[in-house]
């Protein structure tokens, strides 16, 4: 009694056929999402009507009648043509003498979820324009770090006057938490005479960090020798606060999809043994 009241106020959409593939059971939930009843989709051509693709219908059907279970996402179709993303969990109901007497599918309606993956892709490409078109400021460093030109825009990203920060060692700006890191970076381009890119949180004139992005290229004094690099730095913050969100968002998603996996998972493995014994 209590399998039989589990399974018809489930929130999952739950179908049940015969080992020939003709349906005879749905709950409350099968009968919303798909906009059949169980005799009308049995007329309809029984499971198969609510695949869009007929071949993955094909190889559902055949993989439990081998003995195995079918797990994944695939697209599905309602009585009146809505198509929607379903996650499906798909097992043989056994019986007491592991005879393949019915099969049963579990279906849930992963709309919501696309839509989110759908939000995190506009996201990313929102803040990646942004990050494209974001302004910066130049600098002229010499090999040890410390700044011999900073273009005027350096006044309207950190507040400071070109002028009033040379001489001083650009990395004492730098978070104490990526100084090393940072320095580190530096100095492999002056060494090995490459282009170097790295995130900093840099120190403003009012005392708050900001992100920025630094792309430095090598500088040659006349008579070839490395000298410093002249550095192109763009303010990241907001990219940053937006990839933080965005990694949020992916955790939050990939959670709930291991949750409702785990949960349909435990679900049909105990549908599927105890309908054994008849309901």
Not at 112 to 135: C, F, G, P, V, W
Not at 229 to 243: F, L, P, Q
Request: with cysteine; glycine share 8%.
């Amino acid at each position: 009694i209590l399998i039989k009241k589990a399974v018809e106020s489930s929130s999952d959409a739950i179908g049940m056929s015969d080992p020939q593939g003709h349906h005879f059971y749905d709950n409350k939930a099968f009968a919303d999402l798909f906009e059949y009843t169980a005799e009308e989709l049995e007329a309809a051509g029984g499971g198969p009507a609510v695949y869009v693709n007929k071949d993955t219908a094909r190889e559902v059907f055949d993989t439990i009648m081998n003995g195995g279970s079918w797990n994944g996402e695939l697209e599905m179709i309602s009585k009146s043509g809505r198509k929607f993303p379903v996650l499906l969990r798909a097992d043989a109901i056994i019986d007491e003498n592991d005879k393949i007497i019915g099969l049963i599918g579990v279906h849930t309606d992963v709309t919501q979820l696309k839509l989110m993956d759908k939000k995190l892709r506009e996201n990313e490409e929102k803040y990646r324009r942004i990050a494209e078109n974001m302004s910066g400021f130049v600098s002229e460093l010499d090999a040890q770090g410390i700044f011999r030109y900073n273009s005027p825009s350096i006044r309207m990203l950190l507040g400071y006057d070109p002028e009033e920060v040379i001489n001083r060692n650009a990395f004492d700006f730098v978070h104490p938490e990526d100084h090393e890191r940072v320095m580190d970076r530096y100095m492999e381009g002056i060494r090995t005479l490459t282009d170097q890119e790295v995130d900093q949180r840099y120190r403003c004139k009012d005392g708050n960090y900001i992100w920025l992005r630094s792309s430095g290229h090598p500088l040659y004094g006349p008579d070839g020798r490395n000298i410093g690099m002249i550095v192109n730095s763009i303010d990241i913050t907001e990219r940053k606060k937006a990839e933080e969100e965005i990694i949020r968002l992916n955790e939050t998603l990939e959670q709930r999809v291991k949750e409702r996996t785990a949960e349909l998972e435990a679900f049909s493995y105990s549908v599927s043994h105890d309908l054994r014994a008849p309901l």
